[in-house]
């Protein structure tokens, strides 16, 4: 079996995955998907603390509480259906590679509830953490890598050229055909990350 990771990049409600190995010491993408983190796809769910902003304080825990369940169930369903169809094309996905917003611990829900930059940094923070806990779940060590800092880090543990890993990056979208977002891109790099720091 050969080493593969995932690489998440998150939103309000979906992520970005993309599974990678390397192959002679080039990136190959494996996968990639948008996967929804709600089963209802519609604002009530993909911004659950500013949801949980108009409710009365006992219903706004218990509903944030669901959606992170649903988000963390949902997270792990994506993750075992690339596990199972990578391990049939002979690939062993057990890492993965997320990126961060600003990393920061947040304090108790009615105080980010009385912020609405916390509220904001929450809803980021609830789908990242799910995609976490669905990986520990599914025996995946995680490597989280704050994005303001991916060029840089990967750089410095690949040892090459920013320049050179961005062509990279784009390089290897081609054969899965536009759209390569960003999104993606940056998924993908987590992931070679993730694969990198796993041999280290």
Known sequence: MNDAAVGFRVHSGWAAMVAVAVADGEPIVLARKRIHLVKTFSYKFRQPYHTAEKMPAAEAGAFVSQVRSEARRLAARAIRSFQRKLEIE?????????????????????????????????????????????????????????????????????????????????????????????DEKFASLAAWLALANHRH
């Open 90 to 182: 002979g690939f062993r996905l057990d890492c993965c590679g997320l990126l961060l917003a600003s990393g920061r611990a947040l304090p108790p829900l009615q105080k980010i509830l009385a912020s609405h930059a916390l509220i904001h940094t929450a809803d980021g923070e609830l789908f990242r953490e799910a995609l976490l806990h669905a990986g520990s779940k599914c025996g995946l060590r995680s490597v989280k890598i704050k994005e303001k800092e991916l060029l840089k880090s990967a750089s410095e543990m690949l040892r090459l050229k920013e320049s050179e890993i961005q062509r990279r990056i784009t390089e290897i979208g081609r054969a899965f055909g536009s759209p390569w977002s960003q």
